[in-house]
């Protein structure tokens, strides 16, 4: 009598219980993908907008290559309606004399008003934060020619001050909750930020 060997495969329910560990290890692997792509995010957002105030600065302190020429002009950023933008306005040049400090000094930036204004590009769900006490919306820091010298306001560019304040503070968040946020402190006597 000769046995018949019976090929074997897997049964049922050795199938549905590697599928189920599949989809387990699956699920972990997208919610840990999720995190880090909204921690990506939040990051390279708050970068790029260091670059770009450095940028701003940097048109004032040697100029600017290969863009429109609008001749000298005063840039720097403002917050309005939770969103950032850049702006940039005419300098006219025009020196005075500062009888409190005995030295000539520009006086230069036009009207407020008559200011080219661009949004800083970030991702849709990117959102602005008070930080403490800190106005948000109204804030304004520009950078005046030729030495890039700075000027605040608070009060949306109605008047601006250059030596009152220490820091200012503000936070950028990524969706609705508070895991993804990264907080900017300002220096703004010398411009720098840091996160």
């Not at 019976?6 to 692997?29: C, D, H, P, W, Y």
């Amino acid at each position: 009598m000769k046995f018949i060997k019976k090929n074997r495969g897997f049964t049922l329910i050795e199938m549905m219980f590697v599928f189920a560990i599949i989809a387990i290890l699956s699920m972990m692997a997208v919610g840990g993908y999720s995190q880090y792509r909204r921690s990506a995010l939040i990051d390279v957002a708050a970068d790029s907008f260091i670059s770009q105030v450095n940028e701003l600065k940097s048109d004032i302190l040697y100029g600017q290559l290969n863009k429109n020429d609008d001749g000298l002009v005063c840039r720097g950023f403002l917050i309005e309606d939770n969103t950032l933008k850049s702006y940039s306005q005419k300098f006219t040049g025009k020196k005075i004399w500062d009888e409190y400090n005995n030295k000539w000094i520009y006086s230069g930036c036009v009207n407020f008003e008559e200011r080219k204004v661009f949004d800083f590009a970030f991702d849709k769900d990117v959102s602005l934060v008070a930080v403490d006490d800190d106005v948000l919306n109204g804030f304004v820091l520009r950078f005046i020619p030729p030495e890039a010298k700075i000027e605040v306001s608070f009060d949306g560019g109605l008047s601006f001050n250059t030596s009152n304040y220490a820091d200012y503070s503000f936070s950028m968040k990524y969706g609705e909750g508070e895991n993804y946020m990264r907080t900017f402190k300002i220096d703004l006597s010398t411009a720098q930020i840091s996160k």
